[in-house]
């Protein structure tokens, strides 16, 4: 008989859309599946809307739980789950019916311990863009260790860093949860979970669809601090490495932490009094991990250049940046 395969989906304010998800996760092709849906105390009908769900089918497991975020309601399913394989799917998303299938045929067919797909991310005109597919070759699996796997993602090749769009040996979280960021958990988790994996089965197939809508955290206009928690994860990772670490995954490392603090530091700009120290200590990593930026052939031409205009200063980027919105 096939593993049991436990698929986590977080709940909160989601009414308009946890109905097609879930419908998604019931229609797989591989069905020995626990599906267990987290009510993180939503204000609206999704708690409601959850315990009917689990009328229509046995293997839908629901928690409720007062809010506490969307971290400590993935941590409450993993504590409970029962399956040799897990997988997370946000409630605003769906995915194709082979989805499980396919992960689990690259894990097996490839003695993996996590294995990846390529995802659509759904505009909300509900047009398509294909997403961290290698090829047009649905069948390609390209295997890679867990630190090669790591470096490709600090690049932004291969997979997405979203904990969603991968299936896991459950073994891997025996000792890592999410984190309490309010951004970035996602990251937080793939960067620990693929650090212990020996192979990762990376296919080609775009399986999951990645909703974007006014109500998304990563759309969100308001509180712009949020993104400061990329800051913090970034910081952590380089910290967690020190210096014993080989000059590729450092170059790829500093590459991500530089893009990250030139992103978040734009998003503050819109806050013009407030959070100097967040700033300021922005400004400081870029000082001091520009050099490697620059000097890293595989880093993003854009980026390399955003090094380089730092040199002036940040007013001088930001002078670039606006003139380059303008245009655009």
């Not at 996760?25 to 315990?51: F, H, K, R, V």
Request: with cysteine; hydrophobic share 35%; net charge neutral.
């Amino acid at each position: 008989m096939n593993p049991l395969i436990s698929i986590i989906v977080p709940v909160y304010n989601v009414e308009k859309y946890i109905k097609k998800c879930v419908a998604s996760l019931c229609a797989q092709t591989y069905e020995n599946l626990e599906i267990i849906l987290i009510d993180d105390g939503s204000p609206d009908m999704s708690g409601a809307i959850c315990d009917e769900l689990q009328k229509t089918d046995d293997r839908i497991v629901v928690l409720h739980q007062k809010n506490a975020g969307v971290s400590k309601a993935r941590n409450a399913a993993l504590d409970i789950m029962h399956g040799d394989y897990v997988t997370f799917v946000d409630a605003d998303d769906y995915v194709a019916p082979d989805f499980i299938a396919c992960l689990y045929h690259a894990i097996e067919s490839k003695n993996a311990d996590i294995s990846t797909c390529g995802h659509y991310r759904v505009n909300p005109d509900s047009s398509l863009k294909r997403i961290y597919s290698l090829s047009d070759n649905p069948e390609e699996i390209l295997c890679l260790t867990g630190n090669e796997s790591i470096i490709q993602l600090f690049y932004g090749n291969v997979c997405s860093a979203s904990s969603g769009s991968k299936l896991y040996k459950k073994t891997l979280f025996q000792s890592v949860r999410f984190p309490d960021y309010i951004m970035g958990e996602d990251t937080f988790v793939v960067y620990y979970t693929f650090k212990q994996a020996k192979m990762i089965a990376h296919t080609n197939k775009p399986l999951y669809f990645y909703v974007q809508h006014s109500g998304s955290v990563t759309n969100s206009r308001c509180n712009y601090i949020k993104f400061y928690d990329y800051v913090k994860l970034y910081d952590h990772i380089i910290r967690s490495v020190g210096t014993a670490v080989d000059k590729e995954f450092f170059a790829a490392l500093t590459n991500r932490l530089i893009e990250n603090n030139f992103w978040v530091y734009m998003k503050l700009r819109n806050c013009p009094n407030l959070y100097f120290a967040e700033k300021r200590h922005i400004e400081d990593n870029i000082k001091k991990y520009r050099k490697y930026v620059i000097a890293n052939p595989n880093a993003e031409l854009r980026v390399r250049a955003a090094c380089l205009l730092s040199y002036g200063g940040m007013h001088a980027l930001d002078m670039v940046y606006d003139k380059i919105n303008r245009k655009n």
